[in-house]
């Protein structure tokens, strides 16, 4: 399957791969930027095609406001997020049991010799994040660094740090390679180990709580017969 690229507008796939027979048509929406939302593409569109009454359309947003249009029922659900941090601030949201991703922030920094174990590490120094990333922005708040700065998108992020306006950066590993990729920030590394690996699970609004099980179904034999681990090894061997 060919992974599609930097996918910042609707895909109405359900038009072509269930024309006629859909009866639930769900818009899911993603804060996550390439190669992420390259590989929740490839999985979004498996599972359009396993399930011959739901059809899916994708679109990729900003962070936050991914969340608050599903939030409010303008569309329908987010792929793809940690429950745990959603539960106080969004009342309308309810995740699915099975997860097919784990995201893992990284500190990205010009010394690639630097250990950071833990975010403790980094509160002495200014630390640039990605708005609407909650696991990062929520611990950094915790820690409280000497500077934080809160971006909008990645790219803005690793111009920072190519510019020694930050002194580390915290984004997902494989937003991180992409940029560093894309933008020739040679000079960048991800440091080893990750800050934070962690189950992500597809957000739905509330009042599509019903199809929680064909979606717990739908990715379970995706895993099992090794769909999954296919597409991701995809994404990863694009970069």
């Given amino acids: 399957m060919t992974i599609k690229k930097n996918i910042h507008v609707i895909l109405l796939w359900g038009a072509i791969t269930n024309t006629g027979s859909a009866q639930i048509k769900l818009h899911i929406t993603t804060g996550f930027t390439s190669p992420v939302s390259d590989?929740?593409?490839?999985v979004l569109v498996e599972a359009d095609r396993r399930m011959s009454d739901v059809s899916i359309s994708f679109e990729v947003l900003p962070?936050?406001?991914s969340l608050v249009l599903v939030d409010e029922g303008v569309n329908?659900?987010?792929c793809c997020r940690a429950p745990e941090v959603l539960i106080k601030e969004y009342k309308n949201l309810i995740p699915i049991d099975v997860s097919f991703f784990s995201v893992r922030f990284s500190v990205f920094s010009k010394n690639k010799d630097i250990s950071i174990k833990s975010f403790e590490n980094l509160k002495p120094y200014s630390i640039g994040t990605v708005k609407g990333w909650k696991?990062?922005?929520i611990k950094l708040k915790e820690?409280?660094?000497a500077e934080t700065h809160v971006v909008t998108t990645p790219a803005q992020l690793f111009k920072m740090l190519d510019?020694?306006?930050?002194?580390?950066?915290v984004v997902g590993y494989l937003s991180g390679l992409k940029v560093i990729s894309q933008f020739k920030f040679d000079s960048i590394h991800a440091i080893q180990p990750p800050l934070i690996e962690k189950p992500l699970f597809l957000i739905l609004n509330k009042k599509h709580k019903n199809l929680i099980p064909r979606f717990n179904q739908v990715f379970n034999e995706m895993k099992t017969d090794g769909t999954i681990d296919r597409l991701y090894k995809d994404v990863v061997d694009s970069l």
């Fill in 135 to 137: 696991l990062a922005v």
């Fill in 39 to 42: 590989f929740y593409s490839s």
């Fill in 163 to 169: 510019q020694d306006r930050v002194d580390y950066g």
């Fill in 76 to 78: 329908d659900a987010e």
């Fill in 63 to 65: 962070a936050e406001r």
């Fill in 143 to 145: 820690v409280e660094p």
